[in-house]
């Protein structure tokens, strides 16, 4: 079971990335996802997470309006898609994936909750 964020780099303000979050051994299917990131010196927070079916979706209102986070079933990917991005985006991203299958719209940024972790990927974002 592990899943593989990647898609980070250094970007300027203003910029754009897109992250991907792929899973082996296991399928995405019918559970929550979300990203987290976790700037230097920084305890980590909770940016997106969507439902098992993509119709619910959740943005901390640092990144609202300029993150979209989505999902490719068919390839056991999610995205976050992050648009305009700012200095203060600069933070390792990681995914991560919640055990127990729900077949709603249920959705949670509560790290607790998250049973599968990615390695992370890195965002910079220079200014």
């Known amino acids: 079971v592990q899943l593989q964020a990647s898609g980070g780099g250094l970007v300027q303000t203003g910029g754009s990335l897109r992250l991907s979050c792929a899973a082996s051994?296991?399928?995405?299917?019918?559970?929550?996802i979300g990203w987290f990131r976790q700037a230097p010196g920084k305890e980590r927070e909770g940016v997106s997470c969507i439902s098992s079916s993509g119709g619910s979706t959740y943005s901390a209102d640092s990144v609202k309006g300029r993150f979209t986070i989505s999902r490719d079933n068919a390839k056991n990917t999610v995205y976050l898609q992050m648009n305009s991005l700012k200095p203060e985006d600069t933070a390792v991203y990681y995914c991560a994936a919640v055990r127990r299958l729900f077949y709603s719209d249920y959705i949670t940024m509560d790290s607790r909750q998250y049973d599968y972790w990615g390695q992370g990927t890195l965002v910079t974002v220079s200014s």
């Open positions: 051994g296991f399928t995405l299917d019918n559970r929550v």
